[in-house]
T-cell receptor
Framework: QKEVEQNSGPLSVPEGAIASLNCTYS??????FFWYRQYSGKSPELIMS????GDKEDGRFTAQLNKASQYVSLLIRDSQPSDSATYLC????????????????FGTGTRLTIIP | NAGVTQTPKFQVLKTGQSMTLQCAQD?????MYWYRQDPGMGLRLIYY???????DKGEVPNGYNVSRLNKREFSLRLESAAPSQTSVYFC?????????????FGPGTRLTVL
């Protein structure tokens, strides 16, 4: 069983619509959750972090966390063609494979395409 | 402030050759990481260094060695490259602040082993 799961996509969304990206994780003790955006051929770029249940908004991006359901999502409002990228979910957990609780576990990413 | 830098950007090796990938950060971060990224596999941790002078194995350490030269620099060495090590390698760094662990990535090294 994968520790962090994402739908690989591709997810196609019309320009101006809301894109919804989902991520589930297996380690119930996980503490910190991150969304990275990765353009093709580039490195991952941190766009959102969330640490407590509920919503966190930053511009057009909203991260939602539900620890009881072990679920974290990213909403992108007013989607733009420049949002077309792969979005990686990352989780900092408390599993035995962690080293001093510093390790992040990444999902394999969801490829998002915004259709003009 | 350059963030995390990596050299080289591209490299082609023959099986059995050795090389060292260099990484440096200027954000005064304590922790540094080496990942590899392969299609369909996501980012996998190779080695990790929580602070200067310490290193630990990650998920896929076989065939690699690391050196935390000082607080800024963390290098990854392939002693005898194999085709299975063809991948994109990313270095990252983070500051340790309680439960927070925002990691920032370098631009990557694209390695091909023939």
């Amino acid at each position: 069983q994968k520790e962090v799961e994402q739908n690989s996509g591709p997810l196609s969304v019309p320009e101006g619509a809301i894109a919804s990206l989902n991520c589930t994780y297996s380690d119930r003790g996980s503490q910190s959750f991150f969304w990275y955006r990765q353009y093709s051929g580039k490195s991952p770029e941190l766009i959102m972090s969330i640490y407590s249940n509920g919503d966190k908004e930053d511009g057009r991006f909203t991260a939602q966390l539900n620890k009881a359901s072990q679920y974290v999502s990213l909403l992108i409002r007013d989607s733009q063609p420049s949002d077309s990228a792969t979005y990686l979910c990352a989780v900092k957990g408390l599993s035995e494979s962690n080293f001093g609780n510093e390790k992040l576990t990444f999902g394999t990413g969801t490829r998002l395409t915004i259709i003009p | 402030n350059a963030g995390v830098t990596q050299t080289p950007k591209f490299q082609v090796l023959k099986t059995g050759q050795s090389m060292t990938l260099q990484c440096a950060q200027d954000m005064n971060h304590n922790s540094m990481y080496w990942y590899r990224q392969d299609p369909g596999m996501g980012l996998r941790l190779i080695y990790y260094s929580a602070s200067e002078g310490t290193t630990d194995k990650g998920e896929v350490p076989n065939g690699y060695n690391v050196s935390r030269l000082n607080k800024r620099e963390f290098s990854l060495r392939l002693e005898s490259a194999a085709p299975s090590q063809t991948s994109v390698y990313f270095c990252a760094s983070s500051t340790r602040q309680g439960t927070y662990n925002e990691q920032f990535f370098g631009p990557g090294t694209r390695l091909t082993v023939l």
